[in-house]
């Protein structure tokens, strides 16, 4: 994959910076919202809130517990049929389908049993050790956090 400055992010973690190249080509929707909040400073700061072992470490909840989202309104799905690997992003959503708005998680191994009902909206493509490190727990007791999250032409 192809380095593209407007469609890659760097999250600088707690625990080093991860590189996630955004897939405008599976969820144009989806990733748009991710750049948007990014570009408006709301991740930095905000905890890994739910964090298991061996499946998935959960972000942006403004209020760290998994229950809140952004002002914008929610996003209809996006599903598609890149499969939930290792390094897979995601959006997080209620029980509706048409309800991801800022939370996602990044896949620890295979968790292909979410395939085609949560939308895959990019790949950490550095920096997996980084989200490997992250503190485990549901809630985390005492969690990481996203310092800075940024897309990559705007730094330039």
Avoid at 32 to 57: N, S, T
């Amino acid at each position: 994959m192809t380095t593209d400055p407007e469609n890659t992010i760097v999250m600088e973690t707690t625990k080093g910076r991860v590189v996630i190249a955004l897939r405008p080509d599976l969820a144009p929707n989806h990733v748009a919202r991710i750049k948007e909040l990014a570009r408006a400073g709301f991740y930095d700061g905000i905890v890994f809130h739910r964090v298991i072992d061996g499946f998935m470490a959960q972000v942006g909840c403004p209020h760290g517990t998994g229950t809140g989202g952004s002002d914008l309104p929610d996003l209809k799905a996006e599903f598609n049929a890149e499969p939930h690997v290792r390094g897979t992003c995601s959006m997080a959503r209620t029980q509706n389908p048409n309800s991801a708005n800022s939370q996602f998680f990044i896949c620890f191994d295979d968790a292909r049993f979410l395939d085609r009902q949560y939308t895959v909206w990019g790949k950490v493509v550095e920096g997996m050790e980084n989200v490997d490190q992250l503190k485990r727990g549901e809630p985390v007791r005492d969690p990481d956090s996203i310092v800075s999250m940024r897309v990559v032409a705007d730094a330039a």
